[in-house]
């Protein structure tokens, strides 16, 4: 599904805390909060910011903060609606009771991945 809007996984997970926050994210917080959920290095994360300006989603002011831009912002609704509709497809039917079991688990091995180290380069 990003493939098809030019932007990979990495390009996702940045976008979000900066589509979400309502008002500029200071660079150095957003990239640091992507390293500690995707468990990668700055310099990649880093680079998925820079692609993300050069793309024109969104754009850094003089204080160093990152804010969307309007074409970020309209791309950023699109892929949340369209994932909306994907999930709600492959989630119908299931449970309440059922849902409500793979979510404890799903936030508990969450937290034991967010507790484990970043892998090691090399």
Do not use: N, Q, W
């Amino acid at each position: 599904m990003l493939d098809r809007h030019g932007l990979a996984f990495l390009h996702s997970v940045t976008l979000r805390p900066v589509a979400v926050a309502g008002a500029p994210v200071a660079r150095e917080a957003l990239v640091a909060d992507v390293c500690h959920s995707l468990k990668t290095d700055a310099a990649e994360v880093e680079g998925g910011v820079g692609e993300l300006i050069a793309k024109g989603l969104v754009t850094e002011d003089g204080s160093g903060a990152v804010r969307m831009t309007g074409p970020g912002r309209e791309l950023y609704d699109r892929i949340t609606a369209e994932t909306g509709e994907v999930s709600a497809r492959l989630y119908a039917g299931v449970p309440a009771a059922d849902l409500a079991v793979a979510g404890r688990v799903l936030a508990l091995v969450t937290e034991r991945a967010d507790a484990e180290p970043a892998a090691p380069a090399g």
